[in-house]
């Protein structure tokens, strides 16, 4: 059983550094995905600036188009009130019909003026955020061109080291002892073996019974840990 240990722990030295690559496996997309996230909400962002921009800009055509249309009547209400011989009544209608275009020019003028000021506002935030997303446009393909070179480099190493597994699964481990290492591997994040170090687990740092170390001692049985169940050895 000694010999089936030794076979395990360099099974385990070669599990340990394939866990740790499959780990960066996952974090390489992950990464990129979340770059990627980060660009697209601001390009979102963008086609919200560019909504809110067409609707001021609406909104500014509309109180020009008003003031416009006010300011053409009220012109024309000054040249009949100018020439008309109308009675006393008339010219107060056409004086209070002046003085109210005169009022909504004013408001107009001053309801374009704040849309104006809002909409340049709102043009400099969208060309500060363009410069922001063509910048991290150029970070993203290099970071993704780094990525994909790096993805290539860990399939290739894990390829090489799964061969490598493949050749020292087949040294001489029991199908039952091979099983529950496999077992254990995916239950404990890639470490299945643990060294016991007087009476203390190495996996867990927990105490095992008397008897644990005993059977470790004789060399006769595959020993687990009683708490985390990793297969115990003994230090060199």
């Not at 020019?105 to 003026?113: Q, V």
């Not at 740092?205 to 059977?215: L, M």
């Amino acid at each position: 059983m000694r010999q089936t240990l030794s076979i395990l722990r360099g099974l385990q030295e070669l599990d340990t550094s394939i866990w740790r690559l499959r780990r960066e496996q996952e974090r390489l997309p992950a990464e990129r995905e979340r770059r990627r996230g980060s660009l697209d909400a601001k390009r979102q962002r963008l086609i919200e600036i560019d909504a809110e921009l067409r609707h001021q800009r609406a909104l500014i055509k509309e109180i020009e188009d008003a003031t416009t249309l006010s300011r053409q009547r009220l012109r024309k209400l000054e040249h009949e009130s100018a020439n008309s011989r109308a009675d006393q009544a008339m010219l107060a209608a056409y004086g209070h019909e002046m003085r109210t275009l005169r009022r909504d020019i004013s408001d107009n003028e001053e309801e374009g003026l704040r849309e104006v000021e809002k909409a340049e506002a709102k043009q400099k935030e969208r060309d500060g955020l363009q410069a922001e997303i063509d910048g991290l446009e150029k970070e993203f393909a290099v970071l993704d061109e780094a990525l994909t070179r790096e993805e290539g480099e860990v399939a290739e190493k894990l390829k090489e080291m799964n061969a490598e597994r493949r050749r020292r699964m087949g040294e001489g481990v029991p199908p039952d002892v091979l099983n529950q290492y496999e077992r254990l591997l995916e239950a404990r994040d890639g470490v299945a073996l643990a060294m016991l170090d007087g009476r203390t687990c190495q996996g867990c740092y927990i105490a095992v019974p008397t008897n644990i170390y005993v059977r470790l001692t004789r060399g006769r049985e595959v020993v687990a840990c009683p708490n985390c169940q990793r297969i115990l050895y003994l230090p060199e």
